[in-house]
């Protein structure tokens, strides 16, 4: 079992910055991916970042440019820079981490304003 814990979501106005970080415990050895999805109200949960071990990234197009994600894997961490928000960022983000399985956090909030 892996257990994720996000945090840094907050509420910002347009054109400015988020972190979010993500910390893994638990069975994370077999970690092979951790991601970022969100969802925002009356959407359907979409992709919105990816990190894959050996390093490849991957982004959804209506983020690249402007997030980055990275890990940290001393810490067991893996983070979200978000840059140039707009309000159509708005939604709740979660974590997720991948082996055989698939797990997910608990999500957070952010909100961005015009």
């Known amino acids: 079992q892996v257990q994720l814990v996000e945090s840094g979501g907050g509420l910002v106005q347009a054109g400015g910055s988020l972190r979010l970080s993500c910390v893994a415990s638990g069975s994370i050895f077999s970690i092979n991916a951790m991601g970022w999805y969100r969802q925002a109200p009356g959407k359907q949960r979409e992709l919105v970042a990816a990190s894959i071990s050996g390093g490849s990234t991957h982004y959804a197009d209506s983020v690249k440019g402007r997030f980055t994600i990275s890990r940290d894997d001393a810490k067991n961490t893996v983070y979200l820079q978000m840059n140039s928000l707009k309000p159509e960022d708005t939604a709740v983000y979660y974590c997720?981490?991948?082996?055989?399985?698939?797990?997910w956090g608990q999500g957070t909030q952010v909100t961005v304003s015009s």
């Open positions: 997720t981490a991948t082996d055989e399985n698939e797990y």
